[in-house]
């Protein structure tokens, strides 16, 4: 996982760090969904790990939906092709943003091959002068998210800096599996 958060002109701090994410549960909800509870932990060593959070995943009616730190986001439709879009946020109080299925077939990360790949674009959106948000996650088959990319910076809006894409704040995270199964 790489990690830089802006905070300002030139000022930022930069991690690289491991995540596991591990299901440790599963129920059925009121309505008969399966949920999966899934425990993050956190490491720079992949020795010593510590606990970051814990979220569920939730498979109802033809959708993942995924809760975590109280965001509850549709992340996943199925079945799906290139034409499938949806609104992520359709089960929480912010404004609708579309997701759309941008790419399916196979893919290499991090010498992992996986055959069957969808890439869910979450946003595009750069007007090259005040802000940049980039963000997809790409779901494998039979493995799950395999990687997620998040860029949205805020530009310097000032007269002086205006169209130079200096960056006032924000956050770049990408995330990319490198290994999977059962311990």
């Known amino acids: 996982m790489e990690n830089t958060r802006y905070f300002g002109e030139n000022d930022f701090e930069a991690d690289t760090y491991f995540y596991r994410d591990q299901i440790t549960d599963q129920s059925l909800n009121v309505e008969n969904d399966v949920v999966f509870w899934v425990r993050r932990q956190r490491s720079t060593n992949r020795n010593t790990w510590s606990e970051e959070r814990t979220y569920t995943l939730t498979f109802s009616g033809g959708r993942v939906i995924r809760q975590d730190n109280n965001l509850v986001e549709i992340i996943l439709v199925y079945p ?7 609104d992520g946020n359709t089960y929480n109080s912010l404004p609708a943003k579309f997701f759309f ?3 399916i077939g196979d893919l290499l990360i ?3 091959y ?3 790949t969808m890439t869910v674009r979450q ?4 007007d090259l002068i005040t802000l940049r948000d980039n963000r997809y996650e790409v779901y494998a088959e039979d493995v799950g998210m395999v ?8 530009y310097c809006s000032r007269n002086d800096c205006l169209g130079q894409q200096i960056i006032q704040e924000g956050r770049f995270t990408h995330l990319r599996l490198i290994r999977h199964g059962k311990e």
């Open 80 to 86: 799906a092709d290139r034409e499938t879009s949806w």
């Open 101 to 103: 299925v941008e790419r």
């Open 110 to 112: 991090e010498n992992n």
């Open 114 to 116: 996986f055959p069957e």
């Open 123 to 126: 946003s595009e959106e750069d």
């Open 147 to 154: 990687e997620s990319y998040h860029e949205v910076f805020r």
